[in-house]
T-cell receptor, first 108, second 114 residues
Framework: EDQVTQSPEALRLQEGESSSLNCSYTVSGLRGLFWYRQDPGKGPEFLFTLYSAGEEKEKERLKATLTKKESFLHITAPKPEDSATYLCAVGHTGKLIFGQGTTLQVKP | DTAVSQTPKYLVTQMGNDKSIKCEQNLGHDTMYWYKQDSKKFLKIMFSYNNKELIINETVPNRFSPKSPDKAHLNLHINSLELGDSAVYFC?????????????FGPGTRLTVT
């Protein structure tokens, strides 16, 4: 069965404390790996798309990487405004399959 | 300018009622979607439409009926609402047919069935 699993479910960091979020998937014929950010009460906001193993993309303090079985979202020197739920999704059979998300809290 | 908009933002209703949620996108995209996000924040696709044609129907009860009058609009009508329908419903759009294209989401409609 196609599956996307994110870990950890929740992550608390101090401001400036770098860390990584993991997204592992078991779909065949991956058509893209997507990262989204979701703030409370809002819709998911698109961050990155990765298409092939070895690909990396960066945006401010975020860097996404992709292997054949998983993706990482690295957060360097996070700030309180990076607090949100980060969702990973894989493209497969005409749709996106989402993981359950990692809720990140960054304390000042 | 809002790219993907939904109305209403909140919807509180009683079991057995019928309600509709409207969605509009001004991105010029060809494909639109409805997703349901449950209390654990798990986001699951319900339907997708490409140029007004139904592409995906993810075994959603037939009490849910999407309608796409044109490619910029996708509405969701729900008949005989049940307690289990309480969730946040998101509309989204993409240029292509879903799997390789990033999707852009609306702000969500929080449906509460009492």
């Amino acid at each position: 069965e196609d599956q996307v699993t994110q870990s950890p479910e929740a992550l608390r960091l101090q401001e400036g404390e770098s860390s990584s979020l993991n997204c592992s998937y078991t779909v065949s014929g991956l058509r893209g790996l997507f990262w989204y950010r979701q703030d409370p009460g809002k819709g998911p906001e698109f961050l990155f798309t990765l298409y092939s193993a070895g690909e990396e993309k960066e945006k401010e303090r975020l860097k996404a990487t992709l292997t054949k079985k998983e993706s990482f979202l690295h957060i360097t020197a996070p700030k309180p405004e990076d607090s949100a739920t980060y969702l990973c999704a894989v493209g497969h059979t005409g749709k996106l399959i989402f993981g359950q998300g990692t809720t990140l809290q960054v304390k000042p | 300018d809002t790219a993907v908009s939904q109305t209403p933002k909140y919807l509180v209703t009683q079991m057995g009622n019928d309600k509709s949620i409207k969605c509009e996108q001004n991105l010029g995209h060809d494909t639109m979607y409805w997703y349901k996000q449950d209390s654990k924040k798990f986001l699951k696709i319900m339907f997708s439409y490409n140029n007004k044609e139904l592409i995906i129907n993810e075994t959603v009860p037939n009490r849910f009926s999407p309608k796409s009058p044109d490619k910029a609009h996708l509405n969701l009508h729900i008949n005989s609402l049940e307690l289990g329908d309480s969730a946040v419903y998101f509309c989204a759009s993409s240029q292509g047919i879903g799997q390789g294209d990033e999707q852009y989401f609306g702000p969500g409609t929080r449906l509460t069935v009492t």
